[in-house]
């Protein structure tokens, strides 16, 4: 395992472009902000994939970057798992092509975009944005505007304080305290709204 630790108490911007393997992002109380890197799995490129990484913190900003390269192949067999712990209120952006993005905690703002990893959330006070295009989608609270689309995934959001945009062609949506209008479309899914306002 390889980590780094950048000390702060303040919220910072987080921007994370992982492609294979998962993300863990915690906002909670600390005075420090820690990011742990390892190999999904053991191999022979494990070493250089995590050398190869780009983590860099300037002026509240902080950047993990795996960098694009031509072996793709190589990249799938052997994914990373990322750890990352923020101060509560940070900001996070996430892109990932197979990565499963797992955010716990306080987050002012998040904005995820996968192409078949799933992306659950617990609170994000302000605005929320999530593309995904076979991955499922779980946020326990959106404390501002939500905008939600999938492909073929499921969306479930127990609760948003703004208006919800909940888009999926194959999925199931599942509303649960909607604090402003919905608007939720699914072409061969099920639309669930459990309460309104």
Known sequence: MTSWKFPG???IDLFINLPAGSVAVSGEATDVTTVELVASRHGRDAEQLIAEVRVEFTDGRLEIVQPKT??????????LDLTVKVPAGSRCTARTASADLSCVGELAELDARTASGDVTAGLVTGQLEITTASGDVFVEKAGAAAGVNTASGDI??????????????SGDVSIGQPGGSVRASTASGDIVIRSAV
């Open 70 to 79: 031509s072996g793709f192949l190589r990249i799938s067999s052997t994914g």
């Open 9 to 11: 108490a303040d919220p």
């Open 156 to 169: 479930q959001l127990r609760r948003a304080d703004g208006e919800v945009t909940a888009t999926t062609a």
